[in-house]
């Protein structure tokens, strides 16, 4: 098991912005943290050569948003509580097919 005492900690700001009828309007933003580099997540992902950077970057972000929103609400409800296993099982998965060496 990790030891999370040393892990630095990093933050990251999200600007979504919406194009309608060619305007652009910003629709939210907030900030997330963790210790996780992100952008080396995406780099590992993309050189495995399965899925493109786009859908690398979508995958990255998404895993780490739905994690910390089931780590933070896993007992409010059983929604989350009920799909908290399935779901660290999926990242789990995840990890371990990108940290895998690359098919030569």
């Known amino acids: 098991m990790d030891c999370k005492c040393n892990k630095q900690k990093r933050s990251y700001h999200m600007n ?16 997330f943290g963790g210790h996780h580099d992100l952008a080396r997540m995406v780099e590992m992902i993309t050189a495995k050569g399965d ?10 972000v998404g895993i780490r948003l739905i994690h910390h929103v089931l780590k ?32 030569q």
Not at 16 to 31: D, L, P, Q, R
Not at 89 to 102: D, I, L, N, R, T
């Open 16 to 31: 979504i912005t919406e194009v309608e009828e060619g305007k652009i309007k910003e629709v939210m933003n907030f900030n």
């Open 51 to 60: 899925i493109s950077e786009k859908h690398a970057k979508e995958l990255v």
């Open 72 to 103: 933070k609400c896993a007992n409010d409800s059983a929604i989350y509580s009920d799909f908290y296993p399935v779901f660290e099982e999926f990242k789990k998965a995840v990890k371990e097919h990108y940290s895998a060496q690359k098919p």
